[in-house]
């Protein structure tokens, strides 16, 4: 697995202008300054990969813990992506389910859960996700992302 050559392009659009704070295993713990009228900054667990057999269709994921406790995966997918089946997540080769695509931009398509504990230590103790897209109706495409270093980036973000 590797970084997409536009790494930065496809990064989710709250994180463009974030800085690199640590990097745990493949996942960069990524900040930017506060909001207007906010104390803290804003971090995620991030990490971007393509597909082995397709290089330019690519997956920046984006895990964020919020003040409140609630805690959101937003995955990013390139634009063209087939909408109504959203997007497939198994862990381990177990499958977890899947999650629809809430908005399109002009340089990506989102899908977002809020995560619970289960899926937590899923990703946690977890090898390898993997995301499923699909281009057409037919074709589903699995793209790999390394769990490697999830769980010591989530203890180190803020």
Same mark, same amino acid.
């Given at each position: ?10 990064? +989710? ?36 990969? *393509?597909?082995?057999? /397709? &290089? ?16 959101? %995966? ?10 109504? &089946? @959203? ?9 977890? @389910?899947? +999650?629809?695509?809430? /908005? ?9 859960? *809020?995560?619970?504990?289960? =899926? ?15 281009? *057409?109706?037919?074709? @589903?495409?699995?793209? &790999? =992302? ?10 180190? %973000?803020?």
């Amino acid at each position: 697995m590797s970084a997409p050559a536009n790494a930065q392009d496809s990064k +989710a659009p709250e994180l463009a202008d974030g800085t690199i704070k640590a990097q745990h295993g493949d996942w960069q713990v990524v900040c930017k300054p506060p909001p207007a009228g906010a104390k803290n900054e804003v971090c995620a667990l991030v990490q971007s990969v *393509t597909a082995e057999d /397709r &290089p330019n269709v690519g997956l920046t994921v984006y895990f964020q813990r919020f003040s409140q406790g609630m805690r959101v %995966l937003r995955v990013f997918a390139p634009v063209g992506v087939l909408l109504p &089946p @959203g997007i497939g997540l198994k862990i381990d080769d177990v499958d977890v @389910g899947h +999650a629809p695509f809430l /908005r399109c931009h002009t340089f990506a398509c989102y899908a977002q859960v *809020t995560l619970d504990d289960k =899926l937590i230590d899923q990703f946690s103790n977890g090898k390898t996700a993997i995301f499923i897209i699909f281009q *057409t109706e037919e074709a @589903g495409i699995g793209i &790999p =992302l390394s769990l490697n270093g999830f769980s010591q980036a989530l203890a180190a %973000l803020p």
